[in-house]
C-alpha cells in the first residue's frame, strides 16, 4: 500500500538503508496530535507494516517538539460537542498508538528531540527503543488542564515507569528531562541533541544486522509475557520459538549453530549471525 504524497501532518521518508523516518510535521504547533495527525500516522504504519524497504521505523518530531500532547484546540474542544468526530478520532489516536504500534513485527525507535507532553506518552510507550536528547521536556501536565492523564496514560506510566515517580510526576505536573527519562526507565540512551540522529542510526544499524523474523518474534515475546504467569509464559514461549523455527526460511537458529560449532568462525554476543543465503 503507497504512502500518499499529500499528507499534511505526518512526514514519511525511507533512505536507502531502510530507515523509515516518520516525523511528526506540525513544527508551529510543536507537533500537537490533532485528528489529521491521528488518521495519517494510522495510514502511514499499517503501510510500513507491509513494505519490505522499511527495516526499522523511526519516530521524531519536526522543530524543537517531538509531541506536545493532544491537540488541545481540534482533538479535544472541537470534538466535546460532537460524539461521532471524538469516537473516530480518539479510536484512531488508540489504534495507531497502542494497537498497530505494540503489535508491529518491525523494530520502532522513538528519537525524542524536544518537548514531549500527555498523551504523546502512550507512542513513546509504544515504540520498542527511545533514544532521547539529554535536554528534550518531558511533562506529564494534564493535571494543569484539569484532567487525568487518561486515553490509556496513566496505564503505560505505571507500566514503564517505577510507580512513585508516575505519582509524582502525574500530580505536580513537574517537567523533567532526557537524562531523568532514562533514570525511570521511560527511555533507553540519553545523548547530547547534536548527538541524536548518529545514535539512532547507530541503533537502526544495529537492528537492522540481526534477522528479521527472529527481532518480531523477540519484541512479541517481550511485550506478551508481560502479561502472563510463569506456566502461561513458559507454554507460550516454547510454542513461540518453534513456530519461529517454521517462520524463519533464512534459517538463521541453524546457520549460527553450524557457524559456532562447526566452522568456529561465529561467537555469538559478539557478532550478529550472517545474512549468506543457505547453500
Ligand atoms: N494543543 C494545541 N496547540 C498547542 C499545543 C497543544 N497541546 N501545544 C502547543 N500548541 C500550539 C500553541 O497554542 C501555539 O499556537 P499559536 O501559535 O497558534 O498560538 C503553538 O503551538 C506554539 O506554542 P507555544 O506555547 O507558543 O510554544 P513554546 O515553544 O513557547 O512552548 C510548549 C512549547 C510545548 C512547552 C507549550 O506549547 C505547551 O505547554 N503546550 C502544551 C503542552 C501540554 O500540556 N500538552 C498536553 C495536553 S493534555
Known amino acids: 500500500m503507497p504512502i500518499r504524497d499529500d499528507l499534511t501532518c505526518v512526514k514519511v521518508e525511507i533512505d536507502d538503508e531502510g530507515i523509515a523516518w516518520v516525523t511528526f510535521n506540525r513544527p508551529e504547533k510543536r507537533n500537537a496530535m490533532n485528528p489529521t495527525l491521528h488518521y495519517e500516522m494510522e495510514e502511514v504504519l499499517m503501510a510500513l507494516e507491509t513494505d519490505p524497504a522499511a527495516k526499522v521505523i523511526v519516530i521524531t518530531g519536526a522543530g524543537n517538539s517531538w509531541s506536545a500532547g493532544m491537540d488541545l484546540r481540534e482533538y479535544f474542544r472541537e470534538t466535546d460537542n460532537n460524539p461521532e468526530a471524538q469516537f473516530t478520532s480518539f479510536t484512531a489516536n488508540k489504534h495507531w498508538s497502542w494497537d498497530i504500534l505494540h503489535n508491529s513485527r518491525k523494530p520502532s525507535i522513538a528519537m525524542v528531540n524536544g518537548y514531549l507532553f500527555g498523551g504523546a506518552f502512550v507512542a513513546l510507550a509504544n515504540c520498542d527503543i527511545v533514544v532521547t536528547a539529554e535536554d528534550a521536556v518531558y511533562g506529564l501536565s494534564e493535571i494543569n488542564w484539569g484532567i487525568i492523564p487518561g486515553g490509556i496514560v496513566s496505564k503505560v506510566i505505571v507500566d514503564k515507569m517505577p510507580f512513585r515517580n508516575a505519582m509524582f510526576y ?80 533464512e534459517k538463521t537458529r541453524n546457520r549460527g549453530m553450524e557457524e559456532f560449532l562447526d566452522k568456529k568462525t561465529y561467537r555469538p554476543g559478539l557478532e550478529a549471525v550472517s545474512k549468506e543465503e543457505d547453500s
Open 170 to 249: 502525574s500530580m505536580t505536573g513537574r517537567t523533567f528531562d532526557g537524562r531523568k527519562a532514562v533514570e525511570m526507565n521511560l527511555a533507553d540512551i540519553a545523548v547530547p541533541a547534536d548527538k541524536l540522529r548518529e545514535e539512532t542510526v547507530a541503533l537502526a544499524r544495529e537492528l537492522m544486522e540481526k534477522s528479521p523474523v527472529a527481532l518480531a518474534f523477540t519484541k512479541q515475546a517481550i511485550r506478551n509475557v508481560v502479561n502472563m504467569d510463569v506456566p502461561q509464559a513458559y507454554e507460550y514461549l516454547m510454542t513461540k520459538i518453534q513456530a519461529l523455527q517454521f517462520m524463519d526460511k
